[in-house]
């Protein structure tokens, strides 16, 4: 399975994505952030970046990999973290290196 890379994520940052914390539910979510990190060294390293989905449901929950849907990008998992919560939801975050 072949993950998107840095670019489609940014193409798509304003898309809807849907993530599936708990068996059978999805959540929908939006990108809220795609960063860069580290440049690689040579070119035969993938290049380092994090995205950042902002989901409104205002349970936490724990990191894991979960099953990620998107209407273009199709089905991937990603190892998500929580990063940040109030009121308005959490904010996941999925590194890449």
Same mark, same amino acid.
């Given at each position: ?6 670019? +489609? @994520? /940014? ?15 999805? @959540?929908?979510?939006?990108?809220? /952030?795609?960063? *860069? ?6 070119? *035969?390293?993938?290049? +380092?970046? *994090?995205?950042?989905?902002?989901? *409104? /449901? ?34 996941? /975050?999925?590194?890449?290196?």
């Amino acid at each position: 399975m072949a993950l998107p890379t840095k670019k +489609q @994520f /940014e193409q798509h940052s304003q898309d809807d994505f849907t993530i599936e914390f708990l068996p059978g539910e999805r @959540f929908p979510c939006e990108i809220e /952030e795609v960063k *860069s990190g580290l440049q690689a060294q040579n070119e *035969s390293r993938k290049e +380092q970046f *994090s995205v950042v989905f902002a989901c *409104s /449901e205002p349970q936490v929950f724990e990191q894991g990999v979960y099953p990620v849907s998107h209407s273009e990008l199709g089905d991937f998992e990603l190892f998500l973290v929580p990063i940040f919560g109030d009121d308005q939801g959490v904010h996941y /975050e999925a590194v890449f290196t």
